[in-house]
């Protein structure tokens, strides 16, 4: 038993470690994300006219979709900066983690129904990874998951 929590100790650590790296990734991906989104808007702002006409059966025009995405933008460098900066972990990295795979899920959804191109989470950069990065986010999401089990049982 006590080899196993040795073993137990160890494995947390090292995959704290491994949190880490993958936080500031995230963070950094989340501020990158944002820039080229007001660098390259024509493709996010398809996406959000598809995401508000298939979801919410509302038809977005151009200049509509703008502002979302202006708040989407300053919404998602905020998650970004408070990741990079640890400021608020236990409240933000959840809501992080519970928009994107939402977001993701959504956008593969249109992808694969024919209704999206591609989600424009990069800006022009986007057409490069597209649908290839949605394998990546759903990896993050297992990992986050086994984070925030491994901390529930920590304080158990």
């Known amino acids: 038993e006590i080899y196993l929590r040795g ?6 650590a090292l995959f704290n470690k491994l949190f880490g790296i993958i936080n500031f990734v995230f963070g950094i991906g989340l501020v990158l994300s944002a820039v080229l989104k007001l660098i390259s808007p024509g493709q996010i702002i398809s996406t959000v006219k598809a995401l508000a006409l298939s979801l919410f059966r509302l038809p977005l025009s151009s200049s509509s979709a ?3 995405i202006f ?3 300053i919404f998602e460098a905020g ?3 408070t990741i990079l900066f640890g400021v608020g972990k236990k409240a933000v990295l959840p809501i992080t983690y519970f ?5 993701t899920v959504i956008s593969q959804y249109l992808f694969f129904q024919g209704r999206l191109e591609s989600c424009g989470c990069f800006g022009v950069l986007t057409k490069l990874f597209y649908p290839f990065h949605l394998g990546g986010l759903y990896f993050l999401t297992v990992l986050f998951t086994l984070k925030f089990l491994l901390a529930r049982e920590n304080e158990a």
């Open 7 to 12: 073993i137990m100790g160890s494995f947390r």
């Open 66 to 68: 703008l502002v979302s």
């Open 71 to 73: 708040v989407l933008v």
């Open 79 to 81: 998650l970004g900066f």
């Open 99 to 103: 928009v994107v795979l939402a977001f």
